[in-house]
């Protein structure tokens, strides 16, 4: 391989990592950020496929460095028993291993594990974060009921009667940092852009961006399954 071409290559790969970048952005203003706000959850499980009987209920806890001080989204069961998506074990806390942050830096998806649990998906995997196969099979689960929800002629009205868009409520809670992690500026538009904004946020998730929760975040090559389009 001649110089030109190693400095190309080298270019490709940095454009290539930049465009997970800014997916990741993308995807924590309007997934993690916007569909991970407590209210917003809470329109879902009772929008979408509302449980007569629900065995856990949605719970937020303040977390330690490994989550950058932020928070973290478990569950609860009816005895009070914490269900959490990584493998930090304590006292009344049930950890299933998905999320590992050591193997998948940029895993964030506290939030899409804990909603795959509650409808009881999750529990259909046993974990092994450091197979990408397998992490890729959940990222795509989680695609699959984030379209469900979208879709959900219920979860937009009760969005819409219950005002979730307004401006006091953008500007309180949700930045769009699509552009830069550092802006302050809210999310804008309707329910209709937003949604739109999401579903974009899908497809490009189900296209590349799993990549960018895998592994050390960068771009991969796609093997077989992947190209195939295979998710299950």
């Known amino acids: 391989m001649t110089k030109h071409q190693k400095n190309s290559k080298l270019k490709k790969r940095k454009a290539c990592d930049k465009i997970l970048e800014d997916f990741g952005r993308k995807h924590y203003t309007y997934i993690?950020?916007?569909?991970?706000?407590?209210?917003?959850?809470?329109?879902?499980?009772?929008?979408?496929?509302?449980?007569?009987?629900?065995?856990?209920?949605?719970?937020?806890?303040y977390t330690n460095e490994n989550f950058g001080d932020g928070s973290h989204h478990v569950?609860?069961?009816?005895?009070?028993?914490?269900?959490?998506?990584?493998?930090?074990?304590?006292?009344n806390r049930v950890c299933y291993g998905f999320q590992d942050v050591v193997v998948n830096k940029y895993d964030t998806l506290c939030q899409s594990y804990s909603l795959l649990l509650y409808y009881n998906i999750l529990q259909n995997y046993?974990?092994?974060?450091?197979?990408?196969?397998?992490?890729?099979?959940?990222?795509?689960?989680?695609?699959?009921?984030?379209?469900?929800i979208i879709n959900c002629k219920l979860f937009r009205e009760n969005m819409e009667n219950?005002?979730?868009?307004?401006?006091?409520?953008?500007?309180?809670?949700w930045y769009d940092i699509e552009k830069s992690s550092e802006s302050i500026e809210p999310i804008s538009g309707d329910i209709d852009t937003i949604l739109t904004k999401i579903n974009e946020t899908l497809d490009e998730w189900e296209s590349y961006g799993y990549m960018w929760f895998?592994?050390?975040?960068?771009?991969?090559?796609?093997?077989?399954?992947?190209m195939l389009g295979v998710k299950t």
Request: proline content about 5%; aromatic content about 8%; overall charge positive.
């Open 32 to 61: 993690n950020s916007f569909l991970g706000d407590q209210t917003i959850r809470d329109i879902i499980v009772n929008s979408v496929k509302p449980l007569t009987k629900p065995k856990y209920r949605l719970h937020v806890e």
């Open 75 to 91: 569950l609860i069961d009816d005895n009070g028993v914490i269900q959490c998506s990584t493998n930090e074990h304590g006292h």
């Open 126 to 148: 046993s974990a092994s974060p450091s197979d990408p196969e397998r992490h890729y099979i959940i990222q795509m689960e989680m695609v699959k009921l984030y379209r469900e």
């Open 162 to 173: 219950e005002k979730i868009l307004s401006y006091a409520n953008r500007k309180a809670y």
């Open 214 to 226: 895998t592994g050390d975040g960068k771009w991969q090559r796609p093997t077989k399954r992947r």
